[in-house]
């Protein structure tokens, strides 16, 4: 199963609602991952199955979809929030898309 | 409060060896699988080795299958990467990362950075 991130690159304003999509190439039900990089620091899980926010992540993040189709939205970017994103299966030896960068406009 | 740090990096030449380690504290480590998780540069990340609980069940990416081996010592709270016949696209920046679910990781060490090269 592959998954495919789209945009490459997202270019925002703050304040601005970011819409962030992972298409996995055949049904993976609910079971996907969403995580935040900034640059030297490790992943940070941000959503899991598909729609539940982690410990301490904001309410501004949200996940949703199901089957082949998920996006992540940020409702209202703030600085803090530029970084990159990857969406993450279950299956194929827990694999990550190629990352979505969210960069300052 | 959760730590996982992860040390061991280092410059090797290729088909030499290095060992990682991984201390955690913070939670019950010997009930959790854990994994390493490694990053090429201006890459995704690629989990390559996972562990379950007691040690007994390992299980490898292709590309690091025979080479790589990953164990645990839970007296100790502890996990490690055996790598040897390291290959310059082994090099890349590895984590040490805690399965928070049955796929998905809650929490990373900051990483340890592999180089190999001549």
């Known amino acids: 199963i592959v998954l495919t991130q789209s945009p490459a690159t997202l270019s925002l304003s703050p304040g601005e609602r970011a819409t962030l999509s992972c298409r996995a190439s055949?049904?993976?039900?609910?079971?996907l991952a969403w995580y935040q990089q900034k640059p030297g620091q490790p992943p940070r899980l941000l959503i899991y199955?598909?729609?539940n926010r982690a410990t301490g992540i904001p309410a501004r993040f949200s996940g949703s979809g199901s089957g082949t189709d998920f996006t992540l939205t940020i409702s209202n970017v703030e600085p803090a929030d530029f970084a990159v994103y990857y969406c993450?299966?279950?299956?194929?030896?827990?694999?990550f898309g190629q990352g979505t960068k969210l960069e300052i406009k | 409060e959760v730590q996982v740090v992860d040390s061991g990096g280092g410059l090797v030449q290729p088909g030499g060896s290095l060992r990682l380690s991984c201390a955690a504290s913070g939670f019950t480590f010997s009930i959790y699988w854990m994994a390493w998780v490694r990053q090429a540069p201006g890459k995704g990340p690629e989990c390559m080795a996972t562990i379950n609980p007691d040690g007994s069940e390992q299980y490898y990416v292709d590309s690091v299958r025979g080479r790589f081996i990953i164990s645990r010592d839970n007296a100790k709270n502890s996990l490690y990467l055996q790598m040897n016949s390291l290959r310059g696209e082994d090099t890349a920046v590895f984590y040490c990362?805690?399965?928070?679910?049955?796929?998905?990781?809650?929490?990373w060490g900051q990483g340890t950075v592999v180089t190999v090269s001549s």
């Open positions: 055949q049904s993976i039900s609910n079971s």
């Open positions: 993450q299966q279950h299956n194929n030896y827990y694999r």
């Open positions: 199955d598909a729609s």
């Open positions: 990362a805690k399965f928070g679910g049955r796929y998905y990781f809650d929490y």
